[in-house]
């Protein structure tokens, strides 16, 4: 493995960890803290699909819609779970 691929695993190992402590502490929080941080990964994301939109090469059929809506759904109970 490479120095770069071994950093970039540690690093995500790292992050993942601190959002699972992050998330733990804030469990009486509950579906408040859910939102929050689905809020803001909407509004950091935004920029980015507005461009794909516009740019990207997207073809939207009801097949990806049901896909887009079932994984958010996974990752509500996901995240409420947690």
């Known amino acids: 493995m490479s120095p770069l691929s071994l950093a970039l695993v540690v690093l ?3 992050i993942h960890a601190t959002w699972n402590l992050l998330s ?3 469990a009486d929080a509950g579906p408040t803290f ?3 941080y689905n809020l803001f990964a909407c509004i950091i994301y935004l920029p980015w ?3 794909l939109l516009i ?5 939207w059929s009801f097949p990806a819609l049901g896909c887009l809506v079932l ?3 996974i990752h509500l109970a996901y995240s ?3």
């Not at 740019?55 to 073809?59: I, M, W």
Request: with cysteine.
């Open 24 to 26: 733990k502490r804030a």
């Open 12 to 14: 995500a190992a790292f």
């Open 34 to 36: 859910v939102f929050a």
């Open 71 to 73: 994984s958010a759904a």
């Open 49 to 51: 699909m507005i461009w």
């Open 55 to 59: 740019y990207g090469d997207l073809t």
């Open 80 to 82: 409420l779970c947690l």
